[in-house]
């Protein structure tokens, strides 16, 4: 496992109910992950020798974060199969081919310019002629490395507040909901999507999921289609999770690509047949895909540091709940923004979002 936060904790976690023995590779010391695994290496990703007993001490490669350098993959598939493969990974963790290759293929995705300098900016703004996003090319999550920009705004200030040298500039799109599809692929060529997942996000980071979506039966078919057709098209091995914009008229347009465990998912540890974790640990290592079907809608609640600002919260009011499943990820650290935690209640009524986030606002400011 590349990477060693909360989605390599959870992944682990499933690998172990699978009988796997799970090594983590991180240039950060003790991640959430580490606690889960048989063996964890800590060093730089430029350290040849260390992904070399690395690479010696697996039989297949995954990753729980895109943003790793590509010739580490590329480096450790001489070694060992990886999955996904460091071309998929390419793609997905740069904004100008990811985009590129959805609008080549055919994907529906938001008009889009790339940009890399202030006089490409000009001219994007002037042939999208809209409200637009300046985002980076490379290494933006969680609403990071994105400026708004408005007719009559400051390019120079907008370009400079950027701090890259690569953008994709996006129109603004009006939607009625955001949506996401978690699809697996075998090493086979067997596609099987997860319900889809209405998103709620505040502060660029996602904040609400709710599962089923409240869309349409026909917009959720073809989500899952378009998502089915990217991870085709891709040739990913493992998991991949598609993120859309739901227009007013019921037509999809797709935001982002990830090519591994989504936080959009995690309520599938509860509220599905096969949780993705689960799933995406079969994919990997070639195993029959798990079924996907609801066994319980559910609403999965983010927790993230700023609940720990009076300390530590007290959790007893969640824990006594009925059909509440708390899941902390073990971080020694909070901040404000970063992700502790989630928790996720199956539905049992008309009001469990309300009821959900109440749950969580009653944290606020009782700490232990």
């Known amino acids: 496992m590349l990477g060693s936060g909360q989605l390599g904790r959870m ?32 060093a730089p990703f430029t350290d040849r020798e260390a992904l070399g007993r690395f690479s010696g001490e697996v039989d297949v490669v995954t990753v729980e974060f895109e943003n790793i350098p590509i010739a580490v993959l590329e480096f450790l598939e001489t070694k060992v199969p990886v999955r996904p493969s460091a071309s998929v990974v390419r793609i997905c963790q740069d904004r100008i081919l990811e985009k590129e290759f959805l609008r080549n293929n055919g994907f529906p995705v938001a008009p889009f310019r790339v940009v890399t300098s202030v006089s490409e900016l000009a001219v994007g703004i002037s042939d999208l002629s809209s409200p637009s996003i300046l985002k980076t090319a490379a290494l933006g999550y969680d609403g990071k490395g994105q400026v708004r920009i408005s007719p009559g705004d400051d390019l120079n200030a907008a370009w400079a507040q950027l701090s890259s040298p690569r953008g994709v500039l996006e129109k603004m799109i009006s939607f009625d909901s955001e949506c996401s599809v978690i699809c697996s692929r075998s090493p086979h060529g067997e596609t099987r999507c997860f319900p889809v997942q209405e998103n709620i996000h505040r502060d660029g980071i996602l904040d609400i999921t709710i599962a089923p979506a409240c869309i349409a039966a026909d917009v959720a078919a073809n989500a899952q289609q378009i998502a089915s057709s990217i991870a085709e098209k891709l040739g990913v091995i493992g998991l991949i ?3 859309f914009f739901v227009l007013p008229d019921g037509s999809l347009m797709v935001n982002e690509l990830a090519p591994r465990p989504h936080n959009s998912g995690h309520h599938t540890i509860e509220t599905t047949l096969t949780s993705q974790f689960a799933q995406h640990i079969r994919a990997v290592c070639g195993l029959p895909l798990g079924p996907v079907e609801l066994r319980a809608p559910g609403v999965m609640i983010n927790l993230l540091g700023d609940l720990w600002k009076g300390g530590a919260p007290d959790w007893e009011p969640l824990l006594r709940e009925s059909g509440l499943f708390l899941h902390l990820y073990g971080k020694s650290e909070s901040k404000p923004g970063r992700k502790m935690g989630h928790f996720t209640l ?21 700490a232990c």
């Open 11 to 42: 992944s682990a976690m499933a690998a172990k109910n699978l009988g796997y023995k799970v090594v983590v590779y991180d240039a950060v010391p003790e991640g959430p992950a580490c606690s889960c695994a048989d063996l964890s290496i800590t």
């Open 241 to 243: 999770t598609v993120e």
């Open 346 to 366: 199956l539905k049992t009524g008309e009001n469990t979002q309300n009821r959900a986030l109440a749950l969580r606002e009653s944290m606020i400011g009782k």
